[in-house]
C-alpha cells in the first residue's frame, strides 16, 4: 500500500466572482523512500494540491477527492486527528520561508515546541534536539540562532530553519514547496544531499513541489508535471527527461540551460501564457500554446495515453 | 534601553515647553480675565487685585515669571480659590481623575480585546455582526451623549446607581462615570482588534504554525495574539488622550470632584494659574504614557527593539 495515496484531489476557491478551480482532480501515490517530483509554471495548482491535502487552505478555499495516509482519510478530517499528523508524520517546508517564521518567537522555541507538542519533550530537551537540527541543516553557531527572533537571520537562514523545522520530528513523508529556491547553489545541494539521505536512510517519502528542473532531476523519482490544474504527464525521472511525451514537457525541458549543450541564440519559451484559473476548457488547456495541436484538441478532453513508461494526458501522444 | 528612555524623556521636555507655551498665550488671548465677574469692580479694587496675582506686569515678564515657577513645580495662585494653591487644588482632584482615567482605560483595553478577538473569531458570523454594530454606535456616539442616557437609565427609570456625585468613592459612584467614558474607547479598541486578529490569522507563519501541527488554541495563544495586540498597543496613546478630554466632560457631567471640573471652571473664570496646571499635569501623562507604550511595543515585538 502506498504511503500516500491521492485521488481526484480538487481545490475550488469561492470568490465574489464565483468558483475558481484550481486543482481540476490529481490522482498519484507515494512510496516509502521514494521522491515525486511535482513541476510546473506557478498557477499550475502545485501548492494548491498540498495545502489541500494538508487542511491548509484559506478560508475560502475547498478540497474534495480523497487523500489516503497510511490508509486514513485526509480530507474532511478532524482538526485534532490532523494536528497529530501535521508536523509529526508529514511535514511540509513552504516556499515563502521568509514570512514564515513568527516574527515574536525565537527560533528556539518555534523549532522546539513541535517536540514539545508532538513528542511531550521537556523544552531544554526539545532545544537540545533543535539545536543538532540545525547542524545538520549547515547552520553556523547553531546555539545563538536558538535565541534569535527569525528578523536577525539572513533569507537562506530562515529557510533552513524551515526545513529543519519540518525535518525534527522525523517525518514519514516531507513536503516541500520550493525549498530551495531561496537558497545559493551550494546550500542548494546540500539541502538536496540532505534529502537524498533521508530517502534512503530513513526511507522518508518526499514530494518536492519545484519548478527547477535540475534539482528534481537530482533526487525525485517520479515527475508528475502539471499544467492548469491537472497533472498532464507523469513516469519515472529518468524516462521523463529522456524522452518526455507530451508536448508541454517538451517545451519545459527545451527551456532549461544546460551547461552541456553549446547556447546558440536566446533560450527558447513556449510561447504564450498559462490559461486564467477562471478559464474553462472543454479540450486541452495547452492547446493555445501547443505547436502540435489540432481542432480536436481544442475541443476534446485529452485522456490519457502511454508512451513506454510514460502517461500523458494528450491526444497528439505518442508524437 | 535606559539611554533610549532618557533621550525621549529629554524629547518631551521642548514638548512640554511649547505646550505650555502656546497655552499661556492663547489663555491670555481669549477675551476678559479672572476679575470680569457680573458685578463691576471698583477700578482700584480690581488694579489691587491684578497687581496682588502679578497680572498688571508685561506679558512678557508674566510669563517668564511663571516659567520660573514652573522649574520648582509652583504653577501659582488660583484666582478661583483664592486661598488655595493650583498645586494643592491638583492634588485634591487628581486620586479621583486617575481612578477614573484609569479604570477607564484597563475596562476599554479588556472588553475592547475580548470582543474584537471573539468578532474575528466568529467572522462574518452572527456574533461578529452583533458586535461590530455595537462598536459603529459606540464610535459615533460621543461621550456628553452617552453620560445622561446612562444617568437616565440606570438613575432615574431604575433607581439602581445615584446620578451624581462621589459619595465615599465606592463603586456604585464610580461605575456610571467610568462606562461612559470607556465605552467609545471600547468600541475603538474591539473593531482594531478585529481587522488586526484577521490580518495576523492569514499570515504566512500562522500557516506554518497550523502545518506544524500546533493546536489552534496555542496558534492563537502563542503565534497570533501577540502580533495581532501590536496595532491596539500603539493605540493605547489615543486611547489616553481621549480618556483625558472625556473626563473633563464627564467629571462635569457627573458633578465629580476631579481635575477636569476644575480645568471647565478654571477656563470659564479665567482662572490662568489653574488651567494652565492642569494643561501642564495632562500634557506630561500624555507624554509618559505615549513612551511607556513605545516601550511596551518594543517588549512585544522583537523587531521594533531597540539597540
Known sequence: MALLDVDDLRVTFRTPRGELQAVKGVSFQVEPGRCLGIVGESGSGKSQTMLGLLGLLPENGVVSGSALFEGQELIGMPRRTLDRLRGDRISLVFQDSITGLTPHMRIGDQLAEMLQVHRGLKRKDALDNARSMLDVVRISEPERRLRQYPHELSGGMRQRVMIAMALLCKPLLLIADEPTTALDVTVQATIIQQFAKLKQHAQTAIILITHDLGVVAGVCDEVAVMYSGRIVEHGPAADLFAAPAHPYTRGLLACTPRIDRPMDGPLPTIPGTPPPISQSFSGCAFAPRCAHADDACATTRPHVRRQGTLSAACLKVPL | ?307
Open chain 2, 1 to 307: 534601553m535606559g539611554g533610549y528612555i532618557l533621550k525621549r524623556l529629554s524629547i518631551g521636555i521642548p514638548t512640554l515647553l511649547i505646550i505650555v507655551t502656546a497655552s499661556f498665550f492663547l489663555m491670555r488671548a481669549a477675551p476678559g480675565g479672572p476679575f470680569d465677574a457680573e458685578v463691576d469692580l471698583d477700578p482700584l479694587v480690581r488694579a489691587n487685585l491684578e497687581a496682588s496675582y502679578g497680572l498688571d506686569q508685561p506679558i512678557g515678564t508674566q510669563y517668564l515669571r511663571f516659567l520660573d515657577g514652573l522649574t520648582h513645580f509652583d504653577f501659582g495662585p488660583s484666582t478661583t480659590y483664592p486661598d488655595r494653591s493650583v498645586g494643592e487644588l491638583i492634588a485634591d482632584g487628581l486620586p479621583v481623575t486617575l481612578k477614573l482615567g484609569l479604570t477607564a482605560m484597563l475596562l476599554a483595553t479588556i472588553i475592547g480585546l475580548l470582543a474584537g478577538v471573539i468578532a474575528a473569531r466568529n467572522r462574518n458570523g452572527v456574533l461578529d455582526g452583533a458586535i461590530m454594530m455595537l462598536a459603529s454606535v459606540g464610535i459615533a456616539v460621543p461621550n456628553f451623549v452617552v453620560a445622561p442616557i446612562l444617568t437616565l437609565l440606570f438613575g432615574i427609570t431604575l433607581q439602581l446607581l445615584p446620578v451624581a456625585g462621589w459619595g465615599d468613592g465606592s463603586l456604585r459612584y464610580w461605575l456610571l462615570p467610568v462606562v461612559a467614558l470607556a465605552l467609545p474607547q471600547i468600541a475603538a479598541i474591539a473593531r482594531i482588534t478585529r481587522s488586526s486578529m484577521l490580518e495576523t490569522l492569514s499570515a504566512d507563519y500562522v500557516r506554518t504554525a497550523r502545518a506544524k501541527g500546533m493546536p489552534e488554541r496555542r496558534v492563537l495563544w502563542r503565534h497570533v495574539m501577540r502580533s495581532a495586540f501590536l496595532p491596539v498597543m500603539s493605540y493605547l496613546g489615543p486611547v489616553a488622550a481621549n480618556v483625558v478630554t472625556g473626563s473633563v466632560i464627564v467629571e462635569q457631567i457627573f458633578s465629580l470632584p476631579g481635575i477636569g471640573r476644575f480645568f471647565v471652571q478654571g477656563a470659564i473664570n479665567r482662572d490662568y494659574g489653574l488651567v494652565m496646571g492642569i494643561v501642564i499635569l495632562y500634557a506630561t501623562v500624555l507624554i509618559l504614557l505615549n513612551l511607556l507604550v513605545d516601550i511596551a511595543y518594543g517588549w512585544l515585538d522583537p523587531r521594533a527593539r531597540v539597540k
